[in-house]
T-cell receptor, first 112, second 112 residues
């Protein structure tokens, strides 16, 4: 299995600004998923992007995937204080068992 | 989506004791996963639990320390045995459902 690595580790912005987080991985994948975790709680699945997709939208979220660079980005537009959380990417290896492996996450703080 | 509940949501335990965490899913699923998230860290997979067979443990985790039960397709338990302060973590169960991964709210364990 492999691990996604998020960048930056921490991000602090003002409400209304956009937040961009990046994820890099090492080998070929079937899909990549982004999750949010509010402080000390379970993970919430945000969006899944498959290896044959380049961009996906869900509300204020936009995810891109560049398989040639082995990277993905998560953009949160018009951020809100309620977006304050840790964001993780998880990859499912191509040819591996269907078990996502997680990076360390990006801690996002949105100031009201 | 799959809705997952965990019990207890949190506990404070004494060194040397054991705690059993329960995970209930509202849908029948083949595979259930148990993760550990140590403070400030990412999620680490402990084991995969399939109904009717023994759990498969990841490197660094053993059955004597983390026995798992999977009596049916909607329920699993993870026991943290002979606890030490290093076991203080959030423990999360997870299921794969329709190509997405869903997580329970987590159990926050503190070992004194």
């Amino acid at each position: 299995s492999q691990q996604g690595e998020e960048d930056p580790q921490a991000l602090s912005i003002q409400e209304g600004e956009n937040a961009t987080m990046n994820c890099s991985y090492k080998t070929s994948i079937n899909n990549l998923q982004w999750y949010r975790q509010n402080s000390g709680r379970g993970l919430v699945h945000l969006i899944l992007i498959r290896s044959n997709e380049r961009e996906k939208h869900s509300g204020r979220l936009r995810v891109t995937l560049d398989t040639s660079k082995k990277s993905s980005s998560l953009l949160i537009t018009a951020s809100r204080a309620a977006d304050t959380a840790s964001y993780f990417c998880a990859t499912e290896d191509r040819g591996g068992s269907y078990i996502p492996t997680f990076g360390r996450g990006t801690s996002l703080i949105v100031h009201p | 989506s799959a809705v997952i509940s965990q019990k207890p949501s949190r506990d404070i335990c004494q060194r040397g004791t054991s705690l059993t965490i329960q995970c209930q899913v509202d849908s029948q699923v083949t595979m259930m996963f148990w993760y550990r998230q140590q403070p400030g860290q990412s999620l680490t997979l402990i084991a995969t639990a399939n109904q009717g067979s023994e759990a498969t443990y990841e490197s660094g985790f053993v059955i004597d320390k983390f026995p798992i039960s999977r009596p049916n397709l909607t329920f699993s338990t993870l026991t943290v045995s002979n606890m030490s302060p290093e076991d203080s973590s959030i423990y999360l169960c997870s299921v794969g459902f329709r190509n997405e991964q869903f997580f329970g709210p987590g159990t926050r364990l503190t070992v004194l």
